[in-house]
């Protein structure tokens, strides 16, 4: 799906990822008078947190002492569209193209697209879970990846698979819901952050640790689970109606990576100015790496207002970087 200016018209700065680092750009971009378009693979804006998480409560983004993924994108989008940046969804970035007379093309798998500046919002790049492919029949029939919805988990018996943030945030998020509510891990130690496992362990929830997935039966649907120990292989049959397997997501770049960017491992390396190795192509949020980095929504933000003051200096060398704060411009 593809909305806003034709792919011809040269935009100010095109923001390649629309997840809430790329809201947020285009809303600060808009803020500094720059006309804007956002591109994105997915169908819907919102990066990875409206396709995987939209129900999980977020807890450290200032402003907001819990927020669902859902409600902060819609926030954010509904900022964003205040200055109405162009939209083009559903779109593959591919290739990157330095124009004679300056800026750039990007070329996606439908159309190209004309910018001054690019600021590379693309969060972990493409992305999707891994998956049990061992037990895939029942994908869609019980066991899923991630959760769109809590409703359909009330009164539900439900197997969480993993040690990870998505593993127990699922679980404290829908231990209220389900009827009962097992979680699974490998090791003996989370991965999730410590407050989240401390409030893992003060809950209702079953936690069987070193403990892993040896088959998922049923007819059509999911009807249980048989779990075993890793270190003494005995074993556990489960009576659940779904499986919700947190084991990691399989991610890169893509063709990000072929654009000449310098790269460390599957991050674009950026100077303090949010300036990547080729001048006029920015980046912000978690796509990016620097001395100190540290992957939160927060901090991107932070990135993202630096990356579009500077991208805006770059453009009109005679502009401030700093542009004053907004409560002084109303």
Same mark, same amino acid.
């Given at each position: ?10 935009t100010?700065?095109?923001? #390649? ?47 907001? /002492? ?8 819609? =926030? ?11 939209? &083009?969804?559903?779109e593959?970035?591919?290739m990157? =193209? ?25 969060g ?20 899923? %990846?991630?959760v ?13 698979i ?5 593993? #127990? ?6 231990? /209220? ?5 097992t ?11 410590e407050?989240?496992? =401390? ?10 640790? /070193?403990?892993?997935i ?7 649907? #999911?009807?249980?689970?048989v ?10 049959t ?36 949010m ?14 790496? %620097? /001395? ?8 991107d ?7 579009? &003051? ?21």
């Amino acid at each position: 799906m593809s909305d806003g200016a034709p792919a011809t018209r040269p935009t100010d700065i095109l923001i #390649v990822g629309g997840g809430p680092t790329g809201l947020f750009t285009a809303y600060y971009a808009g803020f500094r008078g720059l006309s804007v378009k956002i591109l994105d693979s997915l169908e819907e804006l919102g990066g990875q947190v409206a396709a995987m998480y939209p129900e999980k409560l977020i807890f450290d983004v200032a402003g907001f /002492p819990k927020v669902t993924g859902r409600e902060l994108v819609n =926030r954010l989008v509904e900022q964003a569209f205040r200055y109405t940046p162009a939209v &083009c969804l559903g779109e593959k970035v591919m290739m990157l =193209r330095r124009q004679e007379e300056g800026g750039f093309t990007v070329v996606t798998d439908r159309a190209e697209h004309h910018g001054r500046v690019v600021i590379v919002t693309a969060g972990i790049g493409m992305f999707q879970p891994k998956r049990l492919t061992k037990f895939s029949r029942f994908e869609g029939n019980g066991l899923v %990846y991630f959760v769109k919805q809590l409703e359909p988990y009330r009164g539900r018996r439900v197997l969480i698979i993993g040690g990870g943030d998505s593993a #127990v945030d699922w679980a404290l998020n829908l231990e /209220p819901l389900a009827a009962s509510l097992t979680l699974i891990h490998r090791r003996d130690q989370f991965r999730a952050h410590e407050d989240s496992v =401390r409030q893992l362990k003060a809950s209702s929830v079953r936690l069987l640790t /070193p403990y892993e997935i040896r088959d998922i039966q049923g007819a059509e649907r #999911v009807e249980r689970a048989v779990v075993y120990h890793n270190t003494t292989r005995q074993e556990e049959t489960l009576e659940v109606d779904a499986v919700v397997a947190c084991v990691g997501f399989v991610a890169n770049v893509g063709p990000l990576a072929q654009w000449g960017l310098e790269m460390n491992d599957h991050s674009i390396v950026v100077s303090t100015r949010m300036e990547t190795a080729i001048p006029g192509i920015y980046a912000a949020g978690d796509v990016t790496w %620097y /001395p100190g980095k540290v992957r939160l929504i927060a901090t991107d933000f932070g990135e993202a207002a630096t990356a579009v &003051c500077n991208a805006a200096h770059y453009l009109d060398p005679s502009a401030s970087i700093f542009p004053g704060y907004s409560t002084h411009l109303g």
